[in-house]
């Protein structure tokens, strides 16, 4: 019976009811030692009759092996892997060491096991347990936490418990308290009947309604343990107990605790090794801390296991180490860890076998425990070489698994060891990393050139890329002098050797020197190059459609990110996907593909968010405030730009600051603030980042603001930019920007209809609309009303389709201005009926995607894609993805 946990059960019981209506759902349960968490989960595994349960329990000694909690959990469904996509497949057998890795994105092995559950849930409700978290290896927790957030309309419920001052994201929270006196008195009296009442009074003040202080307690010398927290307490009670048994019992103990997985025949080989049998575990077992069913021994709570190995001699414990080593000699990464713990110095032998063990952690996709291997392994390393060595695999290993602390901590060690040049120029890249992504620009940008240092004589070509990295991260950070200067030593290394990176710097430089077309020649043959990379060539092919977007190329931008994006997506690389969907989305936006650039956005943030990404997390909302700003939403629009301008003084991400503050400006421009628009766009306007693609958009609302603000003089010099860019560009989209702002400086209509011919031309309907909007009002002053009114109607028609509502309502008023009853009928936007998420599922399913292809794009699992589809055919008036076809939702 459980005691006291009443709101508890019921919070349980709803979440479980929501679950059988289809409605999946997530919660952690956080406790101190002793406070009950595991007593709540096994009630909860009762009350879920009918129900799949899976449950799996995180073990200290195996927080260092590669998806062990994961495979504990899954391993009575993996007779369904056959059911999942094949790269999903792959990236789950390879990690559960099921078959040889492919190395796949770790993130698909997330991916896959939220379509397994699906899988298993179309056959009923699925209830995952998850005990002791807190002790999870981090693979299996960083897979169990990115299934958490995406769980949807599976019918699957999935319940953690760990230790209080875990952090698990941002899932729902149930924090278990101490039992309230009377239910106290109950579980003391169901446990302990026929105690004295001096004894259970003094139980029931010190227990302080710890479960198990009541329920040990009574059977505990209280007084020898002295004035310790509650669990050391507990724990000083237990090592007394295991002091009274026999020296097999608690031989046996130890053995159990330090192997800690249960595995029974591992626990009776080293029992063996150490001269005992069969027998010592069942004198174990009659202590009444371990509990031996099928093949496995448990403790039966985890202070008892701690009690029992911290409360071991030294000697022993190496000693226990050094059989299970033995024990396990078969499985090398675990008898590596335990060789580990036997040493007491130096060893080459044991380091070489934990590299080994790290090595083949990479290979299933487990980063974060090859680091702590490698990390461990560098420790027992005694050649200063070797150990210099391996320090800096560790470093690159955790970064490569996003566990920035342990990076950072690998690198200032591996600072210390006798590093060659190229090692110091990997450690220093490693750090570069870490500062970029947590906004340390500036500092990124030096240690990145320092790498280069280190290997300029002796590996040029590697320095290269180092200083285009460089060159990167100070565009970046609007340090222009830094860029000059990433160039000026890349021109300084041997030409034959350099030659493709020295190109990938020269044109942006030439930007910022003014030699618009030298700079925009270069970086076109720079991106006619890259057409040739293959696509598979992720991190190469990506700059090429960076450079496109820096000359305002966005078609040729656009197709190379929606190539790169639907190869993220095909094969599950979500550690790329928020870099790419953020630059695809941006291009959406300047493309005026508001409605795409919104669901791409908005799915970047949420992976971003997921898997740790705090710059693209800020990439992601800086264009999303771009979007509101465009939509007139204020309150969203302030809450996202200006919470990244809070959060980001003084050395920033340039580019990120300038959507924030561009979003500002452009709010206030559409609801009519012209001096207060005026303003923020020329702070930007004399700000750092000046020299990039979409530069003269921005440019051409400051004109706008100008104009508007009654202050046509101060558009002057941006005016003479953007001839300037046009010339250098000659493309349709520049020369139709020009001929507007040209238009709208000298307050005459002369050019307005060449710009809208060339918007069309360029495909931009919101400029193409932002052009009619000003065309028609200079008609509407010109008392040309016919004239006006057409082009007014086409501006609001595009503005409504896009959910631009302050262009809209501006359009609305030009019309009544020109003598229209009322505006036009708003026309079919089915788009507009739809979320972010329902849109991209209802696309794909309408170009004939399967629930389950349009599950592995979109990282969701099958039946939330069809939960969005059900939603979504109402309000789009279908019945069938037949009618769905028939649908434009552009």
């Known amino acids: 019976m ?89 990236a789950l057998a390879g990690a559960l060491g099921l078959c040889v890795p492919d190395g796949a994105d770790r993130f698909l092995v997330g991916i896959a096991t939220l379509t397994l559950l699906a899988e298993l849930s179309a056959d009923g409700s699925v209830l995952c347990l998850i005990d002791d978290a807190q002790w999870l290896d981090r693979p299996s927790a960083d897979v169990l936490r990115f ?61 302080a309604g710890n479960p198990l202080a009541l329920v040990e307690f009574p059977a505990m010398d209280m007084d020898s343990a002295g004035p310790l927290p509650l669990p050391q307490r507990l724990r000083s009670g237990y090592e007394r107990q295991i002091a009274e048994q026999t020296a097999e019992a608690r031989a046996a103990l130890l053995v159990v605790a330090a192997e800690e997985t249960g595995e029974l025949e591992v626990v009776l080989r080293a029992l063996a090794t150490l001269g005992f049998g069969a027998a010592a575990l069942a004198a174990a077992e009659r202590s009444g801390m371990v509990t031996v069913s099928g093949r496995s021994a448990r403790f039966r709570h985890p202070l008892q296991r701690s009690a029992a190995y911290h409360g071991a001699g030294f000697t022993d414990r190496l000693a226990v180490h050094a059989a299970l080593a033995a024990a396990l000699a078969p499985d090398l990464a675990r008898s590596a860890w335990h060789l580990a713990a036997a040493g007491t110095g130096p060893d080459e032998t044991v380091a070489a076998a934990l590299e080994s063990a790290a090595e083949r952690a990479r290979e299933r996709i487990g980063h974060a425990s090859a680091a702590a291997a490698l990390e461990r392994a560098a420790q027992l390393t005694p050649d200063p070489v070797d150990r210099a060595r391996r ?95 990433a160039h000026d030593r890349l021109s300084a290394l041997p030409a034959d050797t350099v030659r493709t990176p020295r190109s990938a710097l020269r044109g942006g430089v030439a ?117 509101a700003a465009r939509r007139g939403e204020q309150d969203r629009c302030r809450e996202l730009a200006e919470r990244n301008l809070r959060s980001a003084p003084g050395d920033v991400n340039v580019l990120d600051v300038t959507h924030c503050e561009w979003a500002l400006a452009l709010l206030d421009l559409g609801l009519g603030r012209h001096d207060r628009s005026l303003a923020r766009f020329e702070a930007l306007y004399h700000g750092p980042a000046r020299a990039r693609g979409h530069w003269i958009d921005l440019l051409a609302d400051l004109i706008e603001a100008a104009v508007r603000a009654r202050r046509p003089e101060r558009a002057d010099r941006a005016l003479a930019e953007i001839e300037d860019w046009a010339a250098a560009l000659d493309t349709p989209w520049a020369e139709g920007l020009l001929l507007r702002c040209q238009s709208l400086v000298a307050g005459n209509g002369a050019s307005f209809d060449r710009a809208l011919k060339l918007h069309a031309e360029a495909d931009r309907r919101y400029d193409h609309a932002r052009t009619a909007l000003l065309y028609g009002e200079w008609l509407r002053r010109e008392r040309r009303m016919q004239e006006a009114r057409t082009h007014l109607r086409a501006a609001l028609h595009t503005f409504e389709q896009l959910g631009a509502a302050p262009w809209a309502e501006h359009a609305r008023v ?62 789009l008036g279908v019945s069938n993805r037949v009618e769905l076809a028939r649908l434009s939702l552009a």
């Open 147 to 207: 299934v958490a957030r995406r769980l949807g309309s599976e019918g699957v419920v999935m319940i953690v418990g760990a230790r209080s001052g875990i952090d698990l994201g941002p899932l729902p929270e149930l924090r278990l308290g101490p039992l309230d006196p009377p239910a106290a008195a109950e579980l003391l009296t169901e446990r302990w009947p026929g105690l004295a009442a001096e004894r259970r009074a003094r139980v029931l003040r010190e227990a």
């Open 511 to 627: 930007l910022l020197t003014g030699e618009l077309r030298l700079g925009i020649g270069l970086i076109r043959e720079n991106v006619a190059f890259g057409g040739t990379v293959p696509i598979e060539m992720i991190s190469l092919r990506l700059p090429f459609a960076l450079q496109s977007a820096l000359i305002g190329d966005m078609d040729r931008a656009h197709e190379n990110l929606r190539e790169l994006i639907a190869l993220v997506r095909e094969r599950g690389m979500i550690g790329w996907f928020p870099f790419v969907a953020c630059t695809l989305a941006n291009a959406e936006l300047i493309m005026g593909r508001l409605r795409d650039a919104e669901s791409t956005a908005t799915a970047a943030l949420r992976i971003a968010t997921d898997i740790g990404q705090p710059a693209r997390v800020a990439g992601a909302e800086s264009i999303l405030a771009m979007l």
């Open 2 to 90: 459980l005691y006291g946990r009443s709101p508890e059960v019921r919070q349980i019981r709803t979440l479980l009811a929501a679950a059988e209506q289809g409605h999946s759902g997530a919660l952690v349960i956080t406790a101190d030692a002793g406070t009950g968490k595991s007593a709540l989960l096994d009630h909860t595994a009762r009350q879920a009759a009918g129900w799949r349960v899976l449950r799996c329990a995180g073990v200290e000694s195996e927080s260092e092996l590669p998806f062990a909690g994961l495979h504990l959990l899954l391993g009575a469904a993996l007779d369904r892997l056959d059911a999942l996509p094949e790269p999903q497949r792959r």
């Open 814 to 875: 030009e019309l009544r201005a020109a003598g229209a009853d009322a505006a036009p009928e708003r026309g079919d936007d089915l788009a507009a009926l739809l979320t972010p998420q329902e849109l991209q599922v209802t696309r794909l399913a309408a170009a004939g995607a399967t629930n389950k292809e349009i599950a592995a794009q979109l990282f969701l699992s099958p039946k939330t894609v069809g939960h969005h589809l059900y939603r979504a055919f109402p309000k």
């Open 391 to 485: 320090l800096t695999l560790a470093a690159e290993t955790a970064m490569e698994a996003g566990h920035t602390d342990r990076a950072l901590r690998v690198a200032e060690a591996a600072a210390h060891a006798p590093l060659d040049a190229v090692q110091r120029a990997r450690v220093l890249a490693v750090r570069a990393l870490i500062e970029f992504e947590f906004g340390s620009l500036r500092r990124a940008h030096q240690l990145t050139l320092e790498a280069a240092d280190q290997v300029a004589t002796i590996d040029p070509e590697r320095a290269a890329w180092h200083l285009v990295e460089a060159g990167r991260i100070a565009w970046n950070a609007g340090d222009i002098a830094g860029v000059h200067d």
